[in-house]
Structures are given as C-alpha cells and as structure tokens.
C-alpha cells in the first residue's frame, strides 16, 4: 500500500514536470513568434525613418537652392551622414523659428507701444493697420 503511494506520487510529480516543460516549450515559442514580428517591425520603422530622412533632405534642396543644398542631397552616402545632416538642417530651422518669434514680439512690443500713445487698444491698432482677420 505504501509503495503504491509513493508510485502515484512520483507519477505526479513526472506530471507537474511534464507540464512546466511543456508550459515553458510554449512559452518560448510564443516569445520567439513575438521576437520575430518585433523585428520585423523595427525593420519597417528604420525604413520608414531612412525615406523620411531623404525625403527631409530633398525639401531642404528646394527651399534652399544653394551649391551647399545641392552637394548635400546629392551626397547620401551613409547614414550617419544623412543623420548629421537632418540634425542640422532641424537646427537650422529651428534657429529660424527663433528668430521669427523675436520678431513676432518686437511687432506686437511696438503695437503694444502705439496703442498706449492712441489711448486705444491693441485690436484697435491690428485693425487700423489692416490685421483685422487676426480677431
């Protein structure tokens, strides 16, 4: 009697280890499944990135018709030149958007300042200067 208990307690544990493995077996190949579609997406982003670099360089080209624009776009030779290169042109634009806002806040200072010598306000001055559609 003893013995069969200790049999049918091996033959359960064989189970459970049977079953962790078989657990562990599918577990692995679902991760591998998930592995290979992870990859496959992160090929169709750096491909995506690498067409959208190009296509970034190519606008460059045709806001900026300089010999320099035109070396660069036509040079695409690696990647990290390619990188470099949008890294600069961001800045670029970048530093342009910048310069636009002081300028915006200069513009809007002397309204400001006009407006104050009119004893007016400043949609009053917009108005009268023919920026009316701003309101």
Do not use: Y
Request: with cysteine; glycine share 0%.
């Amino acid at each position: 009697m003893i013995l069969k208990k200790k049999d049918s307690s091996i033959t359960k544990t064989n189970s459970k280890a049977d079953l962790k493995h078989s657990i562990c077996s599918n577990n692995t190949n679902v991760l591998k499944t998930q592995l290979v579609e992870l990859q496959k997406k992160k090929d169709l982003i750096a491909s995506n990135i690498k067409q959208l670099k190009i296509q970034l360089l190519e606008d460059h080209k045709k806001f900026v018709p300089t010999e320099d624009a035109n070396r660069i776009c036509v040079s695409k030779s690696t990647d990290t030149d390619t990188d470099t290169l949008c890294s600069t042109i961001i800045k670029s634009h970048i530093e342009n958007l910048k310069t636009l806002n002081e300028f915006k806040d200069l513009a809007l200072r002397l309204v400001i300042i006009i407006a104050a010598e009119k004893n007016c306000t400043t949609k009053e001055v917009f108005q009268e200067m023919g920026f009316s559609d701003l309101f």
